[in-house]
């Protein structure tokens, strides 16, 4: 039984050291922190709701491989994401940048907050206006029938306790 559990340990352990983790070499501390900031920053076109670092597709692969190559190139931030925006359009940004096609992006959560908030408020105060209506709907007679009521049974609460 030892031997069955061992062999079945060592099987998984060789199963783990198959597994493939990229790794790029780095002149400098800041390329390296440049290009972890890509691939946190830019969205794989494949999954479209994980960013590069999180994907396992072949094109994120390639594009961290593009990110790369690019930093060791010595191009600039914005070149970078310049060329991936050519290629992939805004898409590929997870903050996009504000402009004329993107400003519903920016500003829909915000309408429709204040639309939220503004429905909510008619809805209460309707609500409110229709609860003081019924108060009112009473006629004279229904209103001294219910004051006699209300006497009564305070007369009764009251002998009730002597």
Known sequence: MKSFLLTCALLLCCLNAGAVIET???DTPLQ???YHAFIE????PKCQNQNLSGSDSEISKDLRRQIHRMIMDGKADIE??????ARYGDFILYRPRFNGQTAV???APLVLLALGLLVWWRMAASRKNSLSSQHDSLTEAEQARLQELLIADDVADSRGRE
Do not use: H, K, N, P
């Open 41 to 44: 920053e830019l969205r794989c």
């Open 32 to 34: 390296q922190q440049r």
């Open 80 to 85: 970078i994401t310049q060329y991936m925006v």
């Open 105 to 107: 992006l920016w500003f």
């Open 24 to 26: 790029y070499q780095f």
